[in-house]
C-alpha cells in the first residue's frame, strides 16, 4: 500500500527542519501512521537536516516508537512493580493466549491485536493495569481476560466512547453549589471521566444550578471515584467509589430538581440511604464517608499528611488559572518579579467559611490561612522576600523598596536561591542533591543562554506523583520553574514530559497556553512591565513609584517517547537535543553545561512544585517540617499489597511502619506484611523488621534502600523477594541504553543467574558471582542507572538472604517463581468440573464428580483453577 | 604554559596542561592504561569502561576525566585492575567468535594451522613452510606420525570430512625438501648461554630447536650414534629414515651440536654437566628399570623427579622433561614437553624464574550448531576431503590448494592484531567466567571486500563517530538499546553501504575483528596482486 507522504511533510512543516526536531516529527510520524514507515523516514531525511544515521538510531531507541505497523488495536499491558506483585505476568500469558497472538510477535496473525508490555502505565494503585486503546482497566486478573475482551468488543459495537473532560473549564457565575469529581489518571480509569458527564447530563436535566467541577487527584485512589458536594450553606460531602448510574439520584438529593416524578426519587433516596455512612465501608461497592472525620480508615489516611506539592489537593480544577490566582498562586512568582498580583475574584462558588468544619481535605494542610477565600479578594500582603538581605518583616514598603531596586537582579536572585537553600530542599527526583546549590551554580554561569527544565521522564515503575502532580497542579509547577527561571537567569524552560502521560502533556500544555493567552509567558513573565491588555479583568499591581522590568520566559513541552533512562539529566539533554537517551560522562555537569552545551537547571516536578510554597510561606517553615538533613515533605505513590493504596505526602521522618500500616492500612486480610520497595529500579527492598526507619534520605540509603522519587511498593508475604530483584533487573535490563560494558551486558550476566535462581537452576558459585557482579556493575557502570540497578539485588541479599538459599534448594517461599511451584488438586474436589472449564489450558480432563487431576506437563500456572475452585480443593506448592 | 599543573598518578607526579585527559596524563608516565573505544580524533566516547581508574574512591573511566589540580589516581592496584578485567570478561561474554580456531588451541605445539592452510589455498609455499617451522620441530616427521588432535576438532568435520591438516603438514615439508635449499628458520643472535641436552629423542630434538632459536648454544649428547631415539624404531613405510635424517641435519644447521655415544651416569654426570653448562636438560626418554639409580638425580619412582611447572630437578641448572619425568604416549605431546621444557630454560637462562610456556588467550565461542556452520561453509570448497591421485606421492600443488579450501575459517582474522584480545592476555581475562547463552554467530560478506561479524563488535561506537564526522551519506548507527544494541547502516542496508568513505579507516580502528577486510581485498591494498586467497571471495555477493 503506499504511503501518503505528505503526512511526512507536514510532520516537518510542524516540527522544524533542524536536526532537534526529529524527536517531535517521529511522534507525529508515529501517531498519523500508527508505525514509522520506511518511506516517510526517507523522505523526512531528504527535506530535513536530519540524517539517515540519526533517524536509525533514534527511531530504534525509544518505546514509542515502531517500526512494523500495529494490530487494528493495542493492548497495552503495564509491568510496573505494582502490576508485577499483583500477577501482571499471568494476566500478559492469558491476554497473549486468548488474543492467539504466537510467541516471539506482539501482533496476532489477523492483525486484530497488538500486545504491548509497557514499563509502567502510572495507576499502580489499579493493578494489574491494561490499558485497550484509551481505557485503562484495573484489577485484571487471568481468568477474567476473556470478559475483558468480549466487554472491549461489546463498547466498541456500541460506540459508547467517553467524551473528553478536558474541555470543562467554564463558569457559571452566580452558581453557588458544586460538584467536585476528581479527574486524574487513575480517577478516569475507574470511570470519574463518566460519572462526571453523567453527574452534569443529570443537573442539567433537572435544571439545577450546580456547577459539577473537575478537580485533580484526590490522593484516595484505593476509594474513587469520588465526589465532593458542596453547598450553598458551605456543606461539604464526599461520596466515594461510585459509578455512573448514582449521578441522578445524587442530584436529586442534594438539589431538588424541577419536574421529576417523587415516586422516583424516593426510590433512588432510599438506594443512597442504605449505602450512606457508619457501616463497615469495605463490604459495600459504593461507599460514602462525610467529611467529618467520622470514618476511622479515612483519619487515618489523612492524618499522617501534610500537603505542600499538594496543597489544596481535591480542591482545584487543575486548569482554572483564577482559582490557582485565588489560592495563592503565582504570589511568589509576583515577589520574585518585584510585584503583586491581584486576584480576580473567584466566580465559582465561596469555599466554605472558616467557621464550617472544614474539609477533611484541609485539616492536615500546612499554612492554614492559604485556602481562606476571604482574602482571596483583597490585595495579598506578602511576608519580604525570605532571605532578602536583612528586610523588616512583613512590611509592605520594605517589599516594594527591595523589588523596585532589585528587580531580578543579583540580589533578588541571590534572595530567592538563599531562601531554597536556608529552606533545606533537596531534589526530589531520586538523589537528592541539595537544590540550593544546583541554583547557585546554574545562576553563577556567565553565560547569556540558560535553560531551566522540569524533569517529568517519571519512570520508576511504581511511581506516579509527578504525574499526579502535573496533572492537578501545573500551574504550581510552572510558576516553580519560572521562580527557577528567574533566579538562574534563564529565559527558556522546558517540561519534558513522558508520552505516557498523556493527561499531564495535555495540561501542562493548556495552562502554558492560557498564561500565554493572558501575556503571562513570552516576553514578559506575568505580563510585568508589559502593557496591559485591555480586555483582561486581572491586572497586575505595581509597587508604588517603580516600572517593574519585563522578565522574558518562553515555556514548552518536549514529550518523552519512551526511554526510562532519559531520567537521567545528560540523556535527558540528548533526548531533547534530537538524539538517543544515551548518559554522557559527568563532568561537566547539566548545571555548567547542559543543554546546547549551555547551562541548564533540571528539577524534578515535585521539587518545583514545592518552590512556591517555600517562597511564600519561607525557608524556616519549610525546614522546620522534616529531619535534621531531609526537609519538608515526600510526596509518595504508595501501592502494591496494601489496603489503602494511594498518592500521600507526609513530612520527611515519617517511619516506614506509619505509612504502611496507618496510612495504607497494613497488608490485606491474612497476610503478613514483608517489606517495602522503595526508590524502584535503583533502590532497595526494606523489610518489616525495619519499618521503623524514618523516611528520609540518609536514614534510606543506610539500610541499602533510596528515596527514589517516591514509589512506594508495599510486599506481603506472597511476594518473593528473589522474584523482586528479578524483577528490577529486568526492568534496568529493557531499560539500559547499551552504551556503557557495565549495564548493558553486567546487568545481563545478573539477570542471567537471577533467572537461574527463579527456576531452581542455579548453583552457589554463580550466587556468589552474582553478588560479586553486583558490586563491579554498581561500580564501573557509566551513570545513574546502572550504577544503581544492583541495589535490588544487593538490599534482598542483605535482608532476605534464606530466600536465595531456598532457591538455590529449588524451593521459592513465597510460590511465586512459577517453575518451583506445583499445582495439585486435594480430596476436597467434588467434582464439580469448575476448573476444568477455566483451564485455557486444558491441563484439567473434566472428570464430573470425581476428583480432577491437573496434568503437570501441561499447567501454565496461571492459577485460574485455584480462584474458580468452590472448594478451596487446588493447592499450590 | 604557564597553567600547566601536577597530579599524581599511582603516587607519581605528572605534569598536565588543563583540558588533558587522565588517559593522556598516564601515557606520559607509561603506564598503559587499556582502551578499547578510544580513538584521539573521536573524543572520549565513554563506552567500553576498559580504561577505569579510581579518584576519590570512585571509578572512572580515565579516557573521558579531564584533569584537575591535585587530582589522586590509582591506575595500576588490584582493585582497579579487577575492575578492567571484569569489564573484559563481560565484553567476552558476549562475543561471539574465537580468537583462534579450535585445531590451534588443539595443537600441542600451537601451530597455526588455519594460517597455513590459507597460505597453501594461496599458494604461497614459502610462507607456508615458514609457518610450520615456526611452530613444529620435525616437522616432516609430524606430518606422518602425530596423531593430529587438530583434525578431530576440525569443525568441517561436522559437516563432512576435517580438513586434512596433517597431509598439508606432510605436504608442506616435501615440498620444501624438495628446494635444494630447504627453509631455515631464524634464529635469533646468540646470546653466548650454553646449554647441553642429553637425550636425542623428539622431546630433547624439540628442546633443542626452540633454544637454538633463541639464541643459545645448544649441544644435544645421546647414548646412540644417532639422533631420533624412539623415531628410529619406526617403520620406514610410516617414518622413511632419510625424512627423518633431513630433520636431524636441518637442527645441525641450525648450529646444534651433537655428541653421540655419550651416556649419563657412565661419561658425564649431572652436576659434572652442571658445571661446565649454563643449563643442563635430562630427556634421556622412558627409564628402563633400575636405569634411574644411575643417572645421580632425585627419583619418584622410576621417573626422574621434576617441578611439573618448571622443569627443575632439585639439582640446580638441571631441568628434565619429556618421557623421563613422566611416560608420553603421543609423539607430539612428547615434543610439546620439550617446547615447554625449552621455555623453562629460556627463561631461566634469562634469570626470570622458570614457567612454562602462558597459553595463549582466546574467546570461546564453543559448538557451533548446523545453521551457523552453513555461514562457514558457503565461502569454502563446498566438497569433501581431496584424497591425492597418487597416494604414494602425497598431495599434489593443486590437490593441496583446494584441500586447504576447505578450511572454514573459523578463527578470527583480527587474531593477534586485536586490542581486545591483547588486554585479555595482559590482563589474565577468563574469557568464560559468564556462562551464558551466546547469540548466533553471524557473518555479513560484503560486495566491496568488508567482512563485518556483528558477533564481535563490543559496540565501541569509534565507527559511528567516525561516518558522522565524515558525513557519510549514510553512516552507520547503533540500532535499538541495552543488550540488542548493535551496529547498523539505516534502513536496514549492509554495513558497507554507510562506509562509502571511510570504510578503510573504520577497519583499521576497530578494536576487534568485527569490522575486516577479506583477504582478497587485503592482498590488493598490499599490492600482491588478485589472487583468491579467499575463499570468500569466491561468493562475496552474499550477504549472512
Given amino acids: 500500500m503506499p504511503i501518503d507522504l505528505t503526512i511526512a511533510d507536514a510532520a516537518v512543516a510542524r516540527a522544524g527542519r533542524k536536526p532537534e526536531a526529529l524527536i517531535p516529527i517521529l511522534q507525529i510520524l508515529q501517531e498519523r501512521y500508527g508505525y514509522l514507515p520506511e518511506e516517510a523516514l526517507r523522505r523526512v531525511c531528504l527535506t530535513t537536516d536530519i540524517t539517515p544515521a540519526a533517524v536509525a538510531g533514534v527511531a530504534s531507541f525509544y518505546d514509542m516508537f515502531r517500526m512494523q505497523p500495529t494490530g487494528k488495536h493495542v493492548v497495552r499491558v503495564c509491568r510496573g512493580t505494582a502490576c508485577h506483585v499483583a500477577g501482571a505476568e499471568r494476566v500478559e500469558d492469558s491476554l497473549r493466549r486468548h488474543l492467539q497472538i504466537p510467541n516471539g510477535a506482539d501482533t496476532d496473525r489477523a492483525g486484530q491485536y497488538t500486545i504491548e508490555p509497557v514499563a509502567c502505565l502510572g495507576t499502580c494503585t489499579l493493578a494489574p493495569v491494561v490499558r485497550i486503546g484509551e481505557s485503562t482497566l484495573g484489577y485484571t486478573t487471568a481468568e477474567k481476560v476473556p470478559e475483558l475482551m468480549r466487554d472491549f468488543l461489546a463498547n466498541l459495537a456500541t460506540a459508547t466512547a467517553v467524551k473528553s473532560t478536558e474541555d470543562q473549564g467554564e463558569h457559571r457565575p452566580g452558581v453557588r453549589a458544586e460538584i467536585h469529581v476528581g479527574l486524574g489518571s487513575c480517577c478516569m480509569a475507574k470511570g470519574s471521566d463518566r460519572l462526571f458527564h453523567a453527574l452534569r447530563e443529570s443537573a442539567e436535566a433537572g435544571g439545577v444550578n450546580v456547577a459539577v467541577k473537575r478537580v485533580g487527584c484526590v490522593g484516595m485512589c484505593h476509594r474513587t471515584p469520588m465526589i465532593e458536594i458542596t453547598t450553598a450553606a458551605g456543606k461539604g460531602e464526599f461520596y466515594a467509589g461510585l459509578s455512573p448510574e448514582h449521578a441522578a439520584a445524587l442530584v436529586q438529593r442534594h438539589f431538588q430538581p424541577r419536574g421529576l416524578v417523587q415516586q422516583a426519587r424516593r426510590v433512588w433516596t432510599r438506594v443512597l440511604d442504605s449505602l450512606l455512612l457508619d457501616a463497615p465501608t469495605e463490604q459495600r461497592s459504593v461507599q460514602h464517608f462525610s467529611m467529618s472525620k467520622r470514618d476511622p480508615a479515612v483519619r487515618a489516611f489523612l492524618d499522617k499528611q501534610v500537603h505542600i506539592a499538594t496543597e489544596h489537593f481535591g480542591k482545584l480544577d487543575p486548569l482554572d488559572l483564577d482559582e490557582y490566582l485565588a489560592h495563592d498562586g503565582f504570589a511568589a512568582l509576583a515577589r520574585c518579579l518585584g510585584t503583586e498580583l491581584l486576584a480576580r475574584p473567584h466566580p465559582g462558588p465561596l469555599p466554605q467559611e472558616r467557621e464550617n468544619p472544614s474539609s477533611v481535605f484541609e485539616q492536615s494542610s500546612v499554612g492554614d490561612s492559604s485556602c481562606d477565600s476571604r482574602t482571596s479578594q483583597s490585595r495579598r500582603k506578602l511576608s519580604p522576600l525570605p532571605g532578602g538581605e536583612g528586610q523588616g518583616e512583613g512590611e509592605a514598603t520594605h517589599t516594594s523598596k527591595i523589588t523596585q531596586s532589585l528587580l531580578t537582579s543579583a540580589a533578588t536572585r541571590e534572595a530567592i536561591i538563599s531562601t531554597i537553600e536556608k529552606s533545606g530542599l533537596r531534589g526530589r527526583g531520586g538523589a537528592g542533591f541539595p537544590s540550593g546549590q544546583k541554583w547557585r551554580v546554574v545562576a553563577q554561569q556567565t553565560n547569556d543562554t540558560k535553560y531551566v527544565i522540569c524533569n517529568g521522564d517519571e519512570g520508576d515503575p511504581g511511581a506516579f506523583m509527578d504525574r499526579m502532580i502535573l496533572e492537578s497542579f501545573p500551574f504550581r509547577v510552572i510558576e516553580g520553574l519560572a521562580i527557577a527561571a528567574v533566579a538562574v537567569g534563564a529565559r527558556e524552560g522546558i517540561f519534558y514530559i513522558r508520552h505516557e502521560y498523556p493527561l499531564a502533556v495535555k495540561r501542562v500544555r493548556a495552562a502554558i497556553a492560557q498564561l500565554e493567552q493572558r501575556g503571562w509567558l513570552g516576553e514578559s513573565l506575568l505580563g510585568v512591565g508589559a502593557p496591559l491588555a485591555p480586555t483582561q479583568g486581572e491586572r497586575v499591581a505595581k509597587p508604588d513609584g517603580g516600572q517593574p522590568q519585563s522578565y522574558p520566559l518562553k515555556l514548552s513541552v518536549f514529550e518523552g517517547a519512551g526511554a526510562f533512562v532519559c531520567g537521567e539529566e545528560t540523556a535527558l539533554i540528548a533526548s531533547i537535543e534530537g538524539e538517543r537517551g544515551m548518559p554522557k560522562l559527568r563532568p561537566p555537569f547539566p548545571a555548567q553545561a547542559g543543554l546546547w552545551e549551555q547551562p541548564t537547571l533540571i528539577n524534578n516536578v515535585e521539587t518545583l512544585a514545592l518552590v512556591p510554597w517555600i517562597l511564600r510561606n519561607g525557608a524556616e517553615k519549610f525546614a522546620a517540617i522534616g529531619t535534621a538533613k531531609s526537609k519538608g515533605t515526600k510526596v509518595f505513590a504508595l501501592a502494591g499489597k496494601i489496603r489503602r493504596g494511594g498518592l500521600i505526602e507526609v513530612p520527611m521522618g515519617t517511619t516506614i511502619r506509619e505509612i504502611v500500616e496507618e496510612i495504607g492500612g497494613g497488608a490485606a486480610a491474612g497476610r503478613r506484611f514483608k517489606a517495602v520497595q522503595i526508590g524502584g529500579p535503583s533502590g532497595g527492598c526494606v523489610p518489616a523488621r525495619l519499618a521503623d526507619t524514618p523516611v528520609d534520605f540518609e536514614s534510606l540509603r543506610e539500610v541499602g534502600a533510596i528515596m527514589g522519587s517516591g514509589g512506594l511498593v508495599v510486599l506481603d508475604d506472597t511476594s518473593c523477594m528473589v522474584d523482586i530483584a528479578r524483577y528490577f533487573l529486568q526492568f534496568t535490563q529493557d531499560q539500559s541504553c547499551g552504551k556503557c560494558t557495565f549495564c548493558r551486558i553486567g546487568t545481563k550476566r545478573m539477570l542471567d543467574i537471577l533467572d537461574r535462581l527463579c527456576t531452581g537452576r542455579a548453583t552457589r558459585p554463580q550466587l556468589e558471582e552474582l553478588e560479586r557482579l553486583a558490586v563491579q556493575v554498581g561500580a564501573g557502570s557509566l551513570c545513574g542507572l546502572g550504577k544503581t540497578a544492583p541495589n535490588p539485588v544487593l538490599s534482598t541479599l542483605r535482608y532476605f538472604r534464606d530466600e536465595y538459599e531456598a532457591h538455590l534448594a529449588g524451593r521459592c517461599p513465597a510460590r511465586k517463581c512459577t517453575t518451583l511451584i506445583k499445582y495439585t488438586i486435594n480430596g476436597d474436589c467434588t467434582g464439580c468440573t469448575l476448573c476444568a472449564q477455566h483451564c485455557p489450558v486444558d491441563a484439567i480432563p473434566t472428570t464430573p464428580y470425581a476428583q480432577h487431576v491437573i496434568d503437570d506437563a501441561k499447567c501454565t500456572r496461571c492459577d485460574t483453577c485455584r480462584l474458580v475452585c468452590p472448594h478451596n480443593a487446588v493447592e499450590m506448592k | ?544
Wanted: net charge neutral; glycine share 10%; with cysteine.
Fill in chain 2, 1 to 544: 604554559m604557564s597553567d600547566s599543573f601536577t597530579i599524581s598518578i599511582d603516587g607519581r607526579p605528572v605534569a598536565v596542561q588543563p583540558g588533558e585527559s587522565v588517559l593522556t596524563a598516564a601515557r606520559k608516565l607509561a603506564i598503559d592504561i587499556p582502551t578499547l573505544c578510544f580513538l584521539e580524533k573521536c573524543g572520549p566516547l565513554n563506552t567500553c569502561q576498559v580504561c577505569l581508574v579510581k579518584l576519590n574512591g570512585k571509578l572512572v573511566p580515565s579516557c573521558g576525566t579531564k584533569v584537575t589540580p591535585g587530582m589522586v589516581i590509582e591506575s595500576e592496584t588490584e582493585e582497579v585492575h579487577e575492575a578492567r578485567r571484569t569489564a573484559l570478561e563481560l565484553l567476552f561474554s558476549d562475543h561471539v567468535g574465537d580468537c583462534l580456531s579450535p585445531c590451534h588451541r588443539l595443537c600441542p605445539l600451537m601451530l597455526n594451522i588455519p594460517l597455513m592452510l590459507r597460505h597453501l589455498e594461496a599458494e604461497r609455499w614459502d610462507e607456508a613452510i615458514a609457518t610450520v617451522r615456526q611452530a613444529l620441530p620435525l616437522a616432516g616427521v609430524l606430518g606422518r606420525l602425530c596423531h593430529h588432535p587438530c583434525e578431530q576438532g576440525c569443525r568441517r568435520g561436522n559437516w563432512d570430512d576435517p580438513a586434512a591438516i596433517r597431509d598439508m603438514e606432510k605436504f608442506v615439508t616435501d615440498q620444501d625438501f624438495q628446494k635444494p635449499e630447504t627453509h631455515l628458520i631464524p634464529r635469533k643472535p646468540a646470546t653466548g648461554k650454553r646449554v647441553v641436552i642429553i637425550g636425542a629423542g623428539p622431546t630433547g630434538l624439540a628442546a633443542a630447536y626452540y633454544l637454538a632459536r633463541e639464541g643459545h648454544s645448544v649441544t644435544v649428547a645421546d647414548r646412540q650414534a644417532q639422533a631420533g631415539g624412539s623415531l628410529r624404531a619406526v617403520g620406514e613405510n610410516q617414518l622413511p629414515v632419510a625424512v627423518l635424517d633431513r630433520e636431524v641435519a636441518l637442527l645441525a644447521r641450525l648450529g646444534i651440536d651433537f655428541k653421540f655415544g655419550v651416556e649419563l651416569g657412565q661419561h658425564v654426570t649431572s652436576e659434572g654437566l652442571a658445571r661446565g653448562f649454563e643449563a643442563v636438560l635430562i630427556t634421556v626418554g622412558e627409564l628402563a628399570p633400575a636405569e634411574g639409580a644411575k643417572l645421580g638425580l632425585a627419583l619418584a619412582g622410576n621417573s626422574i623427579k621434576a617441578d611439573p611447572n618448571t622443569c627443575q630437578t632439585p639439582l640446580e641448572k638441571v631441568f628434565a622433561a619429556g618421557s623421563a619425568v613422566r611416560p608420553q604416549k603421543q609423539l607430539v605431546k612428547a615434543m610439546a614437553e620439550g617446547r615447554a621444557a625449552a621455555e623453562c630454560v629460556h627463561r631461566f637462562l634469562g634469570g626470570q624464574p622458570a614457567r612454562r610456556p602462558e597459553k595463549p588467550f582466546s574467546s570461546l565461542m564453543g559448538r557451533i550448531d548446523p545453521g551457523e556452520l552453513k555461514a562457514f561453509i558457503r565461502s569454502t570448497h563446498s566438497g569433501g576431503s581431496v584424497a591425492p591421485c597418487d597416494r604414494c606421492a602425497g598431495h599434489t600443488r593443486p590437490e593441496a590448494a583446494v584441500e586447504s579450501s576447505r578450511c572454514l575459517h573459523c578463527d578470527c582474522r583480527s587474531s593477534g592484531n586485536c586490542v581486545l584480545q591483547h588486554y585479555a592476555q595482559t590482563y589474565g581475562a577468563n574469557a568464560s567466567r559468564f556462562r551464558a547463552e551466546r547469540r548466533p554467530f553471524e557473518q555479513q560478506l560484503q560486495p566491496g571486500g568488508i567482512i563485518f561479524e556483528p558477533g564481535k563488535c563490543i559496540l565501541c561506537g569509534i565507527c559511528v563517530k567516525l561516518t558522522e564526522m565524515a558525513a557519510e551519506p549514510l553512516g552507520l548507527a547503533f540500532i535499538g538499546r541495552g543488550f540488542d544494541l548493535k551496529i547498523s547502516a539505516p534502513f536496514g542496508l549492509e554495513v558497507e553501504a554507510g562506509l562509502e568513505r571511510v570504510a578503510a579507516e573504520c577497519v583499521q580502528h576497530c578494536p576487534t575483528g568485527a569490522l575486516v577486510f577479506a583477504e582478497k581485498k587485503l592482498a590488493a591494498a598490499n599490492g600482491r596482486g588478485a589472487t583468491s586467497v579467499d575463499g570468500n571471495s569466491a561468493e562475496s555477493g552474499q550477504t549472512a
